[in-house]
Each structure stands twice: as structure tokens, then as C-alpha cells.
């Protein structure tokens, strides 16, 4: 099994989310997560989006594309908008 992930660490929300004051529970997520594939014979390539090629000979393909961030708008009490 081959696992291809674009970032620099397994976990894609969950390293955004450990960085927020008060979620660090989730750094053992990510740690988990790190782990596991090691342990259990998973070829992990970060940092790699898979192409074509790259897929090429596998039997079966999981895809699993994950979320971008997205910026909240909010209004403020003096009608700002952020």
C-alpha cells in the first residue's frame, strides 16, 4: 500500500487544528497517524501529489482529496467586515 500526501505531515486538518490554542491534543493525532503507516509496511510519500503515472499499476486507487482552509466572514460590532 502507498499512501501520497501533498503536505509535509499526515493528518492535513488536523495539523492546522493543533495549532490553535487549546487543540494541541490533536499533535497526538498527527503522531498516531505518523506511526501507524510505519508500523504496519505503508509506503508514505509527502510532500507528493499523484499522478497518472504515479498510479499506474496499483489495483485498486482510494482517493481521498481532504478540504482547503477557508476564511470566515464575520461581521464586527462597528460593522467591519473580516
Known amino acids: 500500500m502507498t499512501l501520497f500526501d501533498a ?12 495549532r490553535i490554542p487549546g487543540k494541541e491534543e490533536f499533535a497526538e493525532t498527527i503522531r498516531y497517524y505518523t506511526r501507524m503507516p510505519d508500523k ?3 509506503d508514505v510519500r509527502l ?6 503515472d504515479d498510479l499506474t499499476g496499483f ?16 461581521q464586527t460590532t462597528t460593522g467591519h467586515r473580516h
Request: charged share 25%.
Open 7 to 18: 503536505g509535509d505531515v499526515i493528518g492535513g486538518q488536523f495539523d492546522l487544528a493543533r
Open 40 to 42: 504496519h509496511g505503508v
Open 47 to 52: 510532500r507528493t501529489r499523484a499522478t497518472v
Open 59 to 74: 489495483d485498486e486507487v482510494v482517493l481521498a482529496t481532504g478540504v482547503s482552509p477557508r476564511r470566515l466572514s464575520r
